[in-house]
């Protein structure tokens, strides 16, 4: 008997996606394809429709037309987006939203008890497992020796990082994340670069980003984005040396 090549295994399909707001095409005939447990790199100038892709992932605006589709057959265009989180897409925002006046720990454990309220939670006796798990999560963030420090008196590198590990408490199958380097220090960029290739497998993750040395260091797979669509995709060496990326980049005018 012979049987057909399996299907690879998507995690995330988007197909002519198209948004527009007042006129405006933000994202135009986006087709993009992500395989489970990768991590791939969404590059792009200022205004290319990275966030807004984002946004109609987790179902924060909803597209015009076109699919988005999360596995095999979930139709996200169809749901919410508390629904959408449910589901396990977790996303991070540019600006960490961590709980400042909570110690590290508790962030981390509010986290991990998800629909709990904050009162229930820290009123109650963290289990010797749920300990484990929470500190298990603090060592993957490098903030194990913050555990019992003030989340708003951590470094914004820091805050980051607490914010990804809250994600990681929901534990996510997909993890969208926006700019994490955006003013972090080089030693910040670098460390926070290690921790997405160590989540790599675990979990599918896309970071959008803008600083190229700290691309050049986590990408697999690089996505430009452009004017709403996908430019080119490839390897970072390989997307660097592309005409229309250097076009895009550096502003050039087409000659064509
Ligand atoms: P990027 O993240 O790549 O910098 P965005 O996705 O934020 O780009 O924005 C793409 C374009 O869509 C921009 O011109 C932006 O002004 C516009 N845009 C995004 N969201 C909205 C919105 N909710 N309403 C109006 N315009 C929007
Ligand atoms: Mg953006």
Redesign the pocket.
Known sequence: MTSAAPKPEFILLLEEVNKS??G?K??SNLTFYMDVGELRVII????????????LITGR?KPDSGKIEFGRDTDLTKLSEPKITQLGIGRKFQTPAVYIDHTVFENIWLSLEGSRSVWTTLFSRVTPERRDCIYEILKTVSLADKADTKAGALSHGQKQWLEIGMLLAQNPKLLLV?EPAAGMTDEETRKTGELLLSLEGKHSIVV?EHDMTFVRQIARKVTV?HQ?TVLCEGRVDEVQNDERVREVYLGRKKKN
């Open positions: 707001f007042e405006f933000a994202i792009g100038p200022n205004g290319a429709g990275k966030s807004t892709m984002l946004d605006t926006d959008i984005l709403g």
